[in-house]
């Protein structure tokens, strides 16, 4: 069982910065297509951006193109969300999530594809 471990989340004015950090526990991390979703209350979960094995391969929600940046570092076991420019609407909780799977499946902006699932952490971006 794989376990994700998100942080880096807090409070920033609009237009500020914030990088997320999801950290997992195995030993199989390069094996893992990643991705982060987020979620505020009321509402399904919605895809942001997606990597795939090695970083070679990323997709992003339109909502934060040119904003939002993923990467990852396979020796350290960690996926990043660099926030850049952020919005009030930005705010709500951010979750990484794993796909056992190399290769960025077509089905990507569905949550019910994903494996495992960090608890996720607040963004909150004041006005």
């Known amino acids: 069982q794989e376990q994700l471990v998100e942080s880096g989340g807090g409070l920033v004015q609009a237009g500020g910065s914030l990088r997320l950090s999801c950290a997992a526990s195995g030993h199989t991390f390069s094996s893992y297509t990643m991705a982060w979703f987020r979620q505020t209350p009321g509402k399904e979960r919605e895809f942001v951006a997606v990597?795939?094995?090695?970083?070679?391969?990323?997709y992003y929600a339109d909502s934060v193109k040119g904003r939002f940046t993923i990467s990852r570092d396979n020796a350290k076991n960690t996926v990043y969300l660099q926030m850049n420019s952020l919005k009030p609407e930005d705010t709500t909780v951010y979750y990484c999530?794993?796909?056992?799977?190399?290769?960025?499946?077509?089905?990507?902006?569905?949550?019910?594809?994903?494996?495992?699932w960090g608890q996720g952490t607040q963004v909150t971006v004041s006005s």
């Open positions: 990597i795939n094995w090695n970083g070679d391969n990323t």
């Open positions: 999530t794993a796909k056992v799977q190399r290769s960025i499946p077509d089905t990507f902006r569905y949550e019910a594809i994903y494996d495992y």
